[in-house]
């Protein structure tokens, strides 16, 4: 028992305690300890301090790949409010023949006038257009109550008595799901380390179940083209919503331009005067000028008038890219980790975003 491996019970990561700097570190005075938890862990719950991990995209993708050889039911978290930012393509070739339940969560964000059953027919036609073919498909809250129990009965229904696998790229809640199970389960609070930071699962995770399978959480796969991963933590916090998104309404005429803080920017290019309808965290300030003097406005005043970022990091800050898009029906204009813009059919768009980050469109989710 002297040389047995142990495991960060927050992260994963094989405690070591020899390099402060290294993964898993732990004080060697706290290796007796039924629950052990590495320094990186510790300061995530206690200080909202996150520090860089060492682990690459290939260790990521390695430790997903071994799924495909496991037997089990995989559970795939998107996070609803961020769907096509937060998928994961080609998990299909992960995860082999392993069925995958696919819960969209963070649902208590969206503004209460969309209605379940609608959006739960957007999301299975989106998984039919991405080429996924679930068991099943559900909406979840992993912070709110009564959202487990329904999910529960579905994991129990699919896994025909094998392990649960949870996967899902960074920040859509895959922790704080798997949290919420332990407790509603035993009581247990908190087991995992959560946090609004990418990369917190540094390797797999196992909880027993009563049957002798296991519940694992995975690391989640970073998405480079998302918002979180151009900003700074400071700006990913200000940023990331944490109740009801109210949907604000603009009416434009053409060559009017929206920005969005000074994290991105939609200009109305053509289509007649119409009325635009953003869906973003309602800490984003939106500011509303003339196309002619929108790059004059963005040179002058980002950081200040348009923040985040804030003035303090606008040096640092990639430089906006633009992408036209014409709408042929009611559509959304996506920008990755950050929200959306519902236009009318006939609309002429140009979308401004970070070099890196992604903006698409898509049939809208209303």
């Keep these: 028992m002297e040389n047995e491996e142990l495991h960060c019970i927050g992260c994963g990561a094989i405690i070591q305690s020899e390099d402060p700097n290294a993964l898993g570190y732990a004080p060697a005075s706290s290796l007796g300890r039924e629950q052990v938890i590495c320094k990186r862990c510790y300061r995530l719950k206690h200080y909202n301090e996150v520090q860089d991990v060492s682990l690459t995209d290939d260790d990521f993708l390695r430790i997903l790949n071994g799924l495909g050889a496991k037997k089990g039911l995989i559970v795939m978290i998107v996070d609803i ?27 208590d964000l969206l503004p209460h006038s969309l209605k379940r059953p609608p959006l739960m027919n957007w999301m299975r036609g989106r998984v039919k257009e991405l080429g996924m073919k679930p068991v099943a498909v559900d909406l979840i809250s992993s912070l709110r109550d009564g959202e487990i129990s329904p999910v529960l009965e579905l994991i129990e229904k699919h896994r025909n008595g094998g392990d649960v696998y949870v996967v899902g790229c960074t920040n859509v809640g895959k922790s704080t799901f798997i949290n919420r199970i332990i407790h509603d389960v035993s009581g247990e609070k908190d087991i995992i380390t959560t946090s609004h930071f990418p990369g917190t699962t540094l390797d797999t995770i196992e909880i027993p179940l009563d049957d002798g399978s296991m519940l694992v ?7 480079h083209h998302q918002m979180a991963h151009v ?3 400071k700006t990913l916090k200000a940023i990331t919503p944490k109740k009801e ?32 309808t953003c869906y973003l965290p309602n800490s984003i300030k939106i ?12 040179a002058n005043h980002l950081g200040e008038l348009l923040q985040p970022p804030f003035a303090e990091d606008v040096a640092d800050f990639p430089k906006l890219v633009g992408q036209d898009f014409h709408a042929k029906a009611k559509m959304d204009i996506v920008f990755s980790g950050l929200g959306w813009v ?6 002429h768009i140009k979308a401004w975003v970070p070099e890196n980050v992604n903006v698409t469109i898509r049939k809208s989710i209303m």
């Design 342 to 347: 519902t236009v009318e059919e006939g609309a």
């Design 245 to 276: 998104i109210k949907p604000v309404s603009y009416q434009l005429n053409e060559e009017q331009t929206l920005f969005f803080g000074g994290l991105a920017r939609l200009d109305y290019i053509s289509g007649g005067r119409r009325s635009l």
């Design 231 to 233: 900003v700074t933590s």
């Design 217 to 223: 959480d995975t690391p989640g796969i970073i998405n």
């Design 287 to 298: 500011h509303r000028t003339k196309l002619e003097k929108a790059d004059e406005l963005y």
């Design 81 to 107: 409010f961020d769907f096509d930012g937060s998928w994961l393509p080609g998990l299909q070739r992960f995860v082999g023949n392993n069925p995958i339940l696919l819960l969209g969560n963070k649902v």
